[in-house]
Each structure stands twice: as C-alpha cells, then as structure tokens.
C-alpha cells in the first residue's frame, strides 16, 4: 500500500478443524508483535501502515473454553512494505514469517565480514542504492537549505558504497505483500567495507530507484532536533527556536514520525554528500 492507505488484515478464510460446534470463530490480531484487537468474532483488523509493519492472527471457537486448547498452534503471519509520498520504503530485515529487520545488518566478527539485507515495496528499476558514512560522537550532519546533509564533520560523510543494485527476488512467496523484492549485499570482506576505527560507528541508508530508473537522493527524513534557522542549536520544542521552528519533534499521536519524517513544512529530507549514480 501507499504511505497511510487503508489495508485490511483479515482471518476470513481461516479453518477450525473439527468446526465450531454451537460456537462461532474468535479472532486475535497483533502488530509488530503487540496485540491491537483482542479475541472477538470481527474477523478482521483495519490499519493504515506508514512504515513496514507486521502483522500476526490468531483464531479459535468460542465454545471452547474455558482454557481455549484448540487455540492456532502458530498463528498465521503477513508483514507489508510501504510506498511513501517520496519514494519506495525501503527497510533493512530478511523476508522471513514475520518480517525479520534485526538480520539487515549481520556482521561475522570470526571472519570480519558484512552481508546487508533489505526489502522494498514495489518494483523499482534499476533496484536500489546503499549509502554508507561514519559518526563519532556528537556529530550527525549539517543543515542545509530545504535538507540535511548526512556529513558529519568529525566522521566520513555518507557515500555511494552499492549503486543500482538489480531487482531482487520476489518477496511474495514468503508472505511479503506482492510486488516487493527482497535484495542482499552478499558477503562484504575488509576490502568492501572495512571495520570502523575506535570511537567511531558504520551506518548505512538504502534508498530504492526512482520509476525511471535513477537514483532517489532523498534517503528518508531527519530529525535531528535542531532549530530551521540555526542547524548549531538544539532544541525540543518550537519556543527555543526565535523566528525558525523546531526540526523533528512533531509526531503523530502513536509517537512516531510518519515514514521518519516529520510532517507538513518541517519535514526535512536526508541527502548524502554525492548521489549514486
């Protein structure tokens, strides 16, 4: 779906073997692994994503109590990409049952190796781009007019480290919405990505292509809590900041910013140093 459509996460072809008998199917829904809709017979939970998200059922027969033990063994599991107003969501993870993001990154610290995984919704020509810089403490980049700058002046600025990666496989087997691709770095020795230096940490962004193919220089959204007329003084609130505002602080109700960004006029945009190309 787009960035905030309605999606319907429904249990309506779900089975009880052996049937409900005087009874009638009761439904448990959980997002991102906390529960949203409790047991009841609405056979379905209705959501607007804004970011990639899973979802996991459960079902059982109301006549089965009091201890429920025909309640689903498993469950069944959907996770959904998203496609923002400003491009392709993509997210690092593994397409797994559910949606799996601590495996975007792995690290082999016997052999000193890297290997990235991401997903992205849709399918992009020209797949996608990974970006990669260094941060040390205290840094996180610079305001510029209209974006934010991923150069850290203590680190290394955020540089093309994978450009045009090609579409990767199909993401609906594994119970991906369809059109998504899966994509993986493969194996990155120290001669494609070297360890960082003491002090200091790797970070790396990932944009998908835009339609024509080209590189999408807009790597998500910054909220780095400085004021729009001062990018050198931090604030939390819109009152530190006389004749600007604050950059990313204003949230939605659930506490999270809409695809990382911050919405209407203080939404600022990351960019990197130089674009893939």
């Given at each position: 779906?787009?960035?905030?459509?309605?999606?319907?996460?429904?249990?309506?072809?779900?089975?009880?073997?052996?049937?409900?008998?005087?009874?009638?199917?009761?439904?448990?829904f959980?997002?991102?692994?906390?529960?949203?809709?409790?047991?009841?017979t609405?056979?379905?939970?209705?959501?607007?994503p804004?970011?990639?998200?899973?979802?996991h059922m459960?079902?059982?027969?109301?006549?089965?109590?009091?201890?429920?033990?025909?309640?689903?063994?498993?469950?069944?599991d959907?996770?959904?990409?998203?496609?923002?107003?400003?491009g392709?969501?993509?997210?690092?993870?593994?397409?797994?049952?559910?949606y799996n993001?601590?495996?975007?990154?792995?690290?082999?610290?016997?052999?000193q190796?890297?290997?990235?995984?991401?997903f992205?919704?849709?399918?992009?020509?020209?797949?996608?781009?990974?970006?990669?810089?260094?941060?040390?403490?205290?840094?996180?980049?610079?305001?510029?007019?209209?974006?934010?700058?991923?150069?850290?002046?203590?680190?290394?600025?955020?540089?093309?480290m994978?450009?045009?990666?090609?579409r990767g496989?199909?993401?609906?087997?594994?119970g991906?919405?369809?059109?998504?691709?899966?994509?993986t770095?493969?194996v990155?020795?120290?001669?494609?990505?070297?360890?960082?230096?003491?002090?200091?940490?790797t970070?790396?962004v990932?944009?998908s292509?835009?339609?024509?193919?080209?590189?999408n220089?807009?790597l998500?959204?910054?909220?780095?809590?400085?004021?729009?007329?001062?990018?050198?003084?931090?604030?939390?609130?819109?009152?530190?900041?006389?004749?600007?505002?604050?950059?990313?602080?204003?949230f939605?109700p659930?506490?999270?910013?809409?695809?990382?960004c911050?919405?209407?006029?203080?939404?600022?945009?990351?960019?990197?140093?130089?674009?893939?190309?």
């Amino acid at each position: 779906p787009t960035f905030g459509e309605s999606l319907r996460v429904s249990g309506i072809q779900s089975s009880i073997p052996g049937g409900c008998v005087n009874g009638a199917p009761e439904f448990q829904f959980f997002k991102n692994g906390s529960l949203v809709q409790d047991w009841s017979t609405k056979t379905f939970y209705l959501d607007a994503p804004e970011s990639t998200t899973s979802y996991h059922m459960n079902v059982r027969c109301s006549t089965n109590g009091p201890t429920f033990p025909c309640t689903s063994g498993v469950g069944a599991d959907f996770t959904t990409g998203v496609i923002t107003n400003h491009g392709l969501y993509a997210e690092f993870g593994t397409v797994s049952s559910p949606y799996n993001s601590g495996a975007g990154v792995l690290y082999n610290r016997t052999t000193q190796e890297t290997t990235l995984n991401w997903f992205s919704p849709g399918n992009p020509s020209g797949g996608g781009d990974v970006y990669k810089g260094r941060i040390v403490a205290g840094t996180k980049g610079t305001l510029n007019p209209g974006f934010w700058r991923l150069n850290a002046p203590a680190g290394d600025a955020a540089a093309c480290m994978i450009t045009n990666k090609a579409r990767g496989t199909p993401a609906t087997p594994s119970g991906m919405v369809p059109g998504g691709s899966v994509y993986t770095s493969g194996v990155l020795n120290q001669a494609a990505d070297l360890n960082p230096a003491v002090g200091s940490a790797t970070y790396y962004v990932i944009q998908s292509n835009l339609g024509n193919g080209s590189s999408n220089d807009e790597l998500g959204c910054a909220n780095p809590g400085v004021c729009s007329n001062n990018g050198a003084l931090f604030c939390n609130k819109d009152s530190q900041c006389t004749g600007g505002f604050c950059i990313g602080v204003t949230f939605l109700p659930n506490g999270v910013p809409p695809d990382g960004c911050t919405p209407g006029a203080k939404r600022l945009p990351r960019k990197p140093n130089a674009t893939c190309s």
